[in-house]
Each structure stands twice: as structure tokens, then as C-alpha cells.
């Protein structure tokens, strides 16, 4: 697989640029390498910003985001350019595709979905941008008051690697539409996707500076661009320590700081529920994209009275879970997306041994010799264990299902809130009420009923409790990015 067409160095010595003020830049930091998570090998070294490529790089977006020209520019065409870009990312849809497989190890047919939904990410704040009003409001005297609402400024969005063709449109799309200029920070993981959506920015038509790349690590390139004074507000993706961390800065700063977090969401089956379509929920809600998404149903919730049948289809949809290449047909469960967190998803899964708990499927990497040189792991079912242990505690970010019985209602919700984290739950009953009540109890942003992993760019999310602050998605997705303003006029 060769690197990215429009990303290609100048030479073979030349890392891979990033992007600011519309031009591809060479870092001043040390450069690091892309590593393919299936074959162990180097995909491209990449350049790596250093304090100054970032001063760099907001000194061009505060200009961007001061001109008058893109600040006022009327929401029918802003939302023309969003449109284009939109365009350019169906245009380059495989290409988009083969950059995340690459370099996150996911599944073609995956990534192919996600481009996909990245365009349609764009088209859907387009027309959010175009159609959402101001507020005229009830007058309490002889005045005529109305609310509208500004761009904060300059937006930091620090994105992660395991999902960067739709993670990155989410922060994107809406804090354009609301008239910021963004400058994203990728993970070092999967750098070159957000790269590519800056170079179409341009070509659809965005100003330059408005749209703004800087690759690296979080302590060289992350850290010194939350911390610069002309970053007006920072939104961030990923782990929930790191999240705590960029909180303190926002804070610090007093800026609004967006931070979607970790979960260990609870997927709950009643013995009631349609047996067969919740066990297919509960496989893709664990196993889909190995396992590394927020809402992964990472703690599964079964009735004593059905405990063992459903334990038995799981064991037997697992056995036909096809882990194997991304890009091999047939596969549906790709590697993890780095070495090292293929270490720490072992070190979990020992200690879910070490304390006594059954692996009923998996546990270990997979013994075809063709799988061997990259960071595969077999999708892993693990009972016997309490709802304390580390692993029913712990975001594994992996292939691994923590089983857990529960008797009866109160005894169930109990459990499903015993974590730190409230990001997501799924539900499986007959029952609507039940499910109604059930969901209202949950600490959850978000609960799915007789389904999982439903999601849409029109309706909000995020998280309770450690999985984070704010909503994206929807309309209240594009308000995230900007201030409300009061204006009065005597009459």
C-alpha cells in the first residue's frame, strides 16, 4: 500500500507535511512513523510540529477567523462551500478508505462506511448552517431584544485514532458552520485523513488559514496548542485521563473545553427479549471495529433465566467472527490499531485471570502464521467474574465482553450504574414499559432499545458522570461552537 497520492513528500528523505494557511508545511519537531498495525510495517515517516509550527499555525487562524470576510459570510454560502467539501470527500472515498485502513487497521468495508458518513457529516451542517435562525425574544418594555449567536474564534480539535474519517467531521463541519477557523490535532495514530479534508477545504472553496493540520504528539504538538492564548475554545476526543488534563487547562484559561470520553457501557438482555436479534447487537456493539469505540457494549447484562442459552449463541457467533487482513475479503474483525494497545488490552484480559475470571472465547492472539507480524487479538468472551473486578471497571478499548447475571430490576440497574462512566447502554426486552423505565434510570447520554450503535449526525451525543461534557451531533452540535449574544433596541 503506497501513501497518500496529494500527501507524497517531495523526496524519500521528506516526511509528510501537515497543513497551515493553505499550504502544506515541513515540521520543525522530530518526525515519527505511521505504523501498519497488520504487517508491522512503516507505512511513511510524518512531519511533527514543533512550538513554533503552532504558533504558526494559530497566528494564521485567529487572522482567518478576525477577517470579516469568512466571519460574516452569509450561512447559504458557507453552507456551498461545506457542500463542496462534502463533494471532495465522495470523490476521494476510497482513498479516504485505504488512509484510515492503513493506518488504523480497520476493516475496508468499515472504512468505506465512514468516508461515507464523513461526507454526509458536512452536507448535514450545510444545511443546518443554512436553515438555523436567531431568536427574536418577548419583550418585557418598549424594546425590541433578539439573540444571536458568534463564533468563538479559534478551535482546537484534538481527534483520536480510532475512528479519525468521522470523528474528525463531527468537530469539523459544525465549527465551521458556526464561522470558527479550526485547527485539528490528529492522533500520531492515524495522521493524515484530517490532512487530506484541509487540502479539499481548500479546493472547495474555504479561505485560507480557516482550515488548519498540525500532526505530533500530545506533550510537543497537543499541549502547547491548548495552552496558546488565542485558542478560544478546545474540543477533544479520546481517553478520559487525558480529558481530565485538558479540562484543568480549559479551566485555567476559562474557555469551553468539549470532551467526549471513555465509557464501559452495559448492554442488558431481558429474557424476554428476541434472543437472536440481541445477540447480533450484542456482536457488533463489541466486536465492530475490534472493539475500539466509545460505546462499545463492553459489559453485557444477561437475565439468570437465559443466562446460559445466550451465553451459548454468543460463544458460537464468535467462533464465526472472521479475524483476518482488512483488506482481505472476508474479514471482520481487523487488527488493533497499535502494538502497544494490543499490550494493554493483554494486561487487562491477565487480570480477569489473575482474578479469577473464565475466558470463555479468545483470550490470545490468534494462531495463523499470516496474522502473526501485525497486532491482531481474537475476540474474547470473559464470565465468572463480579461487576468490580478490573476488567467490568476499566475501558478495554478492545475485543473483550465482560458476562455478568442479574436477577431483577433494581438488582440490574445497580449494577449498570456501578462505573464511573455513563456514555451509552443498550436494552433488549419485549417489554416496552420495562424499557422505559430502564432508560430513564440508566446514566447514560445515550440508550438504545432492541437495538445498538444507531447513531445519527442529527441527534446529540455524548456523555454522563467520566465520559465527558458537552453534545455533539445535531443542531445543538453546531451552538457547541459558538457564544450566544443579546442585542437591544429602544423603541
Not at 494559530?58 to 458557507?78: F, L
Not at 478508505?97 to 476493516?107: C, D, L, S
Not at 480510532?162 to 495522521?191: C, D, F, H, R
Request: glycine share 10%; net charge neutral.
Amino acid at each position: 500500500m503506497s501513501s497518500p497520492a496529494s500527501s507524497q513528500p517531495k523526496s524519500a528523505s521528506q516526511p509528510l507535511p501537515f497543513f497551515i494557511d493553505g499550504e502544506a508545511v515541513q515540521g520543525t519537531g522530530q518526525a515519527f512513523s505511521s505504523v501498519n498495525p497488520a504487517t508491522g510495517e512503516i507505512n511513511y515517516h510524518v512531519s511533527a510540529a514543533s512550538t513554533d509550527d503552532v504558533q504558526h499555525a494559530v497566528a494564521s487562524a485567529h487572522k482567518a477567523a478576525s477577517d470579516q470576510k469568512w466571519r460574516n459570510m452569509r450561512p447559504h454560502e458557507r453552507a456551498r462551500i461545506l457542500h463542496e467539501i462534502a463533494n471532495g470527500i465522495v470523490k476521494k472515498a476510497e482513498h479516504f478508505a485505504k488512509i484510515q485502513m492503513r493506518e488504523n487497521g480497520k476493516v475496508f468495508a468499515e472504512c468505506r462506511t465512514q468516508a461515507a458518513s464523513a461526507a454526509a457529516t458536512f452536507r448535514y451542517y450545510a444545511g443546518v448552517c443554512e436553515t438555523l435562525p436567531s431568536a427574536v425574544t418577548p419583550p418585557r418594555g418598549n424594546y425590541l431584544s433578539m439573540t444571536i449567536h458568534e463564533p468563538v474564534g479559534v478551535v482546537a480539535a484534538l481527534t483520536p485514532w480510532n475512528s479519525p474519517l468521522t470523528m474528525e467531521a463531527q468537530k469539523i463541519a459544525p465549527a465551521l458552520a458556526a464561522g470558527n477557523a479550526v485547527i485539528v490535532k490528529p492522533s500520531e495514530v492515524t495522521p493524515t485523513a484530517a490532512i487530506e479534508v484541509a487540502r479539499i477545504a481548500i479546493e472547495a472553496g474555504l479561505p485560507a488559514g480557516v482550515l488548519n493540520v498540525v500532526t505530533g504528539y500530545g506533550r510537543d504538538t497537543g499541549a502547547p496548542l491548548i495552552q496558546h492564548p488565542k485558542v478560544r475554545m478546545v474540543s477533544f476526543t479520546g481517553g478520559t485521563e487525558t480529558g481530565r488534563a485538558i479540562g484543568r487547562v480549559a479551566a485555567e484559561r476559562l474557555i469551553p473545553a468539549a470532551l467526549e470520553l471513555g465509557g464501559k457501557s452495559p448492554n442488558i438482555v431481558f429474557s424476554d427479549a428476541d434472543l437472536d436479534a440481541a445477540v447480533d447487537g450484542i456482536i457488533g456493539g463489541i466486536f465492530e471495529g475490534s472493539g475500539q469505540s466509545c460505546v462499545a457494549g463492553s459489559r453485557l447484562f444477561i437475565q439468570r433465566a437465559v443466562y446460559g442459552d445466550v451465553v451459548s449463541r454468543l460463544r458460537a457467533k464468535v467462533r464465526q467472527i472472521k479475524v483476518g487482513l482488512p483488506d482481505q475479503p472476508g474479514s471482520t474483525m481487523g487488527p488493533l490499531a497499535s502494538f502497544t494497545h494490543r499490550e494493554k488490552v493483554e494486561g487487562l484480559v491477565a487480570s480477569a485471570r489473575a482474578e479469577g475470571g473464565e475466558i470463555l472465547e479468545g483470550g490470545k492472539r490468534p494462531d495463523d502464521e499470516a496474522l502473526a507480524k501485525g497486532a491482531f487479538y481474537l475476540p474474547t468472551l470473559i464470565a465468572g467474574l463480579p461487576n468490580s473486578a478490573t476488567v467490568c471497571r476499566e475501558e478495554i478499548f478492545g475485543p473483550v465482553l465482560c458476562i455478568l447475571p442479574f436477577e431483577d430490576e433494581d438488582d440490574l440497574v445497580e449494577q449498570a450504574n456501578g462505573t464511573a462512566y455513563g456514555l451509552a447502554c443498550g436494552i433488549w426486552t419485549a417489554d416496552y414499559r420495562r424499557a422505559w423505565r430502564i432508560a430513564r434510570q440508566i446514566d447514560a447520554g445515550t440508550v438504545w432499545i432492541n437495538t445498538y450503535k444507531q447513531l445519527s449526525i442529527s441527534t446529540p451525543f455524548g456523555g454522563f458522570k467520566d465520559s465527558g461534557l458537552g453534545r455533539e451531533k445535531g443542531i445543538e452540535g453546531l451552538r457547541l461552537y459558538q457564544l450566544a449574544k443579546s442585542i437591544y433596541f429602544d423603541l
